[in-house]
């Protein structure tokens, strides 16, 4: 096959949860620039009805959808959707997160909620999708997980900075990602599914300017992630061009643990 072919997400039916936050817009820009049909679902519907309209101006095929994925009945009703309107699943992106823990010493009632959603609702949609994605004849799954899932906090890159210690949740559900990545890539196989993960450093967003300086001096590139470093990573794992990548997670850092 031709490797824009290869590459290409053409016709591909492509759910992305969290698609309108912060990498989710890129990563959706990139999924649609692709040439795929794109859904992004959250729970909240007007951030990703804003955020699949401005694609939508740009000439991308982006829909926005409800879910919240701590909700089974909300998954199995944007299953049946996704089911009636394009009759097919092809890639699911699992780019969905919540921080209801702020730091260390948060209220052991935040770990429980992030569990609800971070953990036990990953593996829901997960299996629901799949279960589409099987029934369609097979696809990809891609979790966003992070470098926080694969490496304990550098507690230097927040001196000079009211940034406190990072939150405990974030790190056990990101390294449980990057487990339940290894583990369905065996299960899903007999479904033509592969599934394999992309583990980001950090977006460069509003920072604190000291906290930019910490980071980016720690990191060969000099600089945090911007938007375009995420889409090319994903559009990869999603595609036919990484056929014979499974149960992986590629480490996305600028070379900071290289
Ligand atoms: N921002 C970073 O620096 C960074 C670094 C490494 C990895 N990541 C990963 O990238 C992904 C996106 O992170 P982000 O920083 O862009 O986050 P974000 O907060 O901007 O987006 C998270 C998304 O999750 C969605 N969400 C929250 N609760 C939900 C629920 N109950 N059901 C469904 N969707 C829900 C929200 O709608 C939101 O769009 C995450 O998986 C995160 O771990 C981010």
Redesign the pocket.
Known sequence: MNVKELFSLKDKVVLI?????????FITAGLGEADARVVT????LD??ERVAAELRNKGLDVQARY?????HDSIIKLKEQIKQEYSRLDVLV??????PMQTYTSALECWQKSME?NAT?LFD?TREMADLMAQSGGGTIVN?????GMFGPDLSNYEGTDIGTPPPD?FF??GG?ITLTRYLARVLADKNIRVNAV?????I?NQPQRFIENYSKKVPAGR??KDDDIKGVVVFLASEASAYINGENILMDGGMHA
């Open positions: 949860t969290g698609g309108e936050g912060k990498y989710g817009s679902a959250s729970p909240f951030d990703g879910v919240d994925q701590a909700d699992n780019c969905a997160v919540a921080r959603i609702g949609i966003i997980a992070s470098m926080m974030y559900h990101k990602m583990s980001p450093g950090g977006l967003g945090m992630a």
